[in-house]
């Protein structure tokens, strides 16, 4: 059976960003980046749960799950490396003051994932002895995971909140809300664009996707993944320039 | 000095394995999407890998029961949540072993309790509509203050009011969102896909491991 290469514009552009890149990692080590919100953030919400008294809420939502089979679905899957290392940095500030952090998943391996993350965070943090696995919750839907934030948010008067993975943009504002009336702090990273809109709204601090993404490799010693995530500003740089260059030509009407 | 170099390549490998075999496993299954016909090793691999998800739901749904009974057992607080959850989960596994998934009680049960749920989601998102977002929303900054107030643009143009104020609002909201939304978004997805092949280009230098 004879085999044929199709998608080929596809195959080239992946192929090339993933050549610059694996340059870059070389080239770029060394190189020193912006601070990511999110991730800073996350850490005073720990601080805010230790002075409160009170647990902090970590809500992983959707990550992980592969919706659709289809790659706006599949971008879940990026964030799960990312959202666990955050995991970890908080479970190791709140090992250190004594803040209990409650998950939420809706993905089972993610919720198995989870318990590792954070048993060894409490560990780092000098206090194993903290890691509660009640405290990791499976949800088998997205309406289970609102309810139960809700009533988590309620019992406990969560006093501060990371919400980074996905939320249905509709749901997570209940979510929010329940926060805003206990007057938590929130500290947000959606997947995707529609449900950022509600964040922007709502939350104290806020990232996009591709920052989320980047989190695990901004938390990292190493330097290698910093040099990589430096090199994504080259693609960047040239996608923009591409699209300028496309605007004035149209505009100027050479292409049409 | 050769040997120990060996040695540590070789425990870099074991030590990454199921990195490096995820990382084969995808590219096989990428295949998928660059050849025709489909390659047979890949829909495999990917019918495979894709019908192995229920299994840890089962491991995290025992885990679940357990966390319960121990709250049951401990008298924890959240009690009546734990009975609750517990006969529905005992009494739902009967139901399954004794007529199967098509059981007609089994599905009557399973639809109507997540339409419980369901409506009561749907609810507070309706509400939501109106009384959360009023209090939530905090122009705390230029930028959201300007966020609102293309909130409001985009109720007005979707809505007959604009149209009645004055009809520009209309057409200057579908400019809004058919040019500005629009580019946004295709930056959104670009960047979010850098991302993506930044992260697996991290996973091939061995650099993302899932690994606390």
């Given at each position: 059976m004879g085999y044929q290469l199709v998608n080929m514009d596809i195959l080239v552009v992946l192929v090339g960003c993933f050549i610059l890149l694996w340059i870059c990692a070389y080239v770029l080590r060394g190189v020193k980046l912006r601070t990511i919100p999110t991730v800073e953030a996350s850490l005073e919400a720990v601080r805010v749960c230790a002075e409160k008294g009170t647990p902090l809420l970590f809500d992983s939502g959707w990550t992980g799950a592969n919706f659709w089979g289809h790659s706006t679905g599949l971008t879940?899957?990026?964030?799960v490396p990312s959202t666990l290392e955050l995991l970890k940095a908080i479970t190791t500030d709140a090992g250190r003051l004594g803040v209990r952090v409650i998950t939420g998943t809706t993905e089972s391996v993610y919720a198995l994932m989870s318990k590792d993350y954070m048993q060894a965070g409490f560990t780092i943090g000098g206090h194993p002895e903290m890691f509660n696995p009640d405290d990791i919750n499976f949800y088998p839907d997205n309406t289970a995971l609102i309810l139960n934030d809700i009533e988590y948010i309620r019992r406990y008067h969560i006093g501060a909140a990371v919400m980074v993975g996905g939320h249905n943009q509709t749901s997570n504002v209940v979510i929010y809300e329940a926060l805003a009336t206990e007057g938590a702090m929130l500290v947000a990273g959606e997947i995707w664009d529609n449900d950022n809109s509600m964040a922007v709204l709502c939350a104290d601090y806020l990232s996009f996707a591709e920052e989320n993404i980047a989190i695990a490799a901004y938390l990292s010693p190493d330097p290698v993944p910093k040099a990589v995530l430096a090199g994504e500003d080259f693609i960047k740089a040239f996608l923009i320039g591409y699209v300028l260059l496309g605007g004035v030509l149209y505009a100027a009407g050479v292409l049409k | 000095m050769q040997q120990e170099t060996g040695q540590s390549r070789t425990s870099e490998i074991l030590g990454n394995l199921p990195t490096i075999l995820g990382l084969i496993g995808m590219v096989i299954i990428t295949s998928l999407y660059f050849m025709e016909p489909p390659w047979p090793p890949a829909s495999m691999l990917r019918n495979a890998t894709t019908l192995s998800l229920p299994w840890p739901v089962i491991v995290v749904s025992l885990l679940l029961i357990r966390k319960n009974i121990k709250n049951l057992t401990i008298g924890g607080s959240g009690m009546l949540y734990s009975v609750i959850l517990l006969a529905g989960a005992i009494g739902m596994i009967l139901l399954y072993f004794v007529n199967g998934i098509g059981d007609a009680t089994l599905s009557g049960l399973y639809n109507n309790i997540t339409i419980v749920g369901e409506m009561a989601v749907t609810s507070a998102i309706a509400i939501s509509v109106f009384s959360p977002i009023i209090r939530v929303y905090r122009a705390k900054t230029w930028t959201m203050a300007f966020l609102i107030g293309l909130s409001i643009l985009a109720f007005m143009t979707y809505t007959p009011i604009g149209q009645m104020l004055w009809p520009p609002i209309p057409v200057l909201g579908d400019w809004i969102q058919s040019y500005i939304s629009g580019a946004s978004d295709s930056a959104f997805w670009c960047s979010t896909y850098i991302g993506a092949v930044a992260l697996i280009v991290r996973m091939t230098l061995l650099k993302e491991k899932l690994r606390p």
């Open positions: 879940t899957l990026c964030f | -």
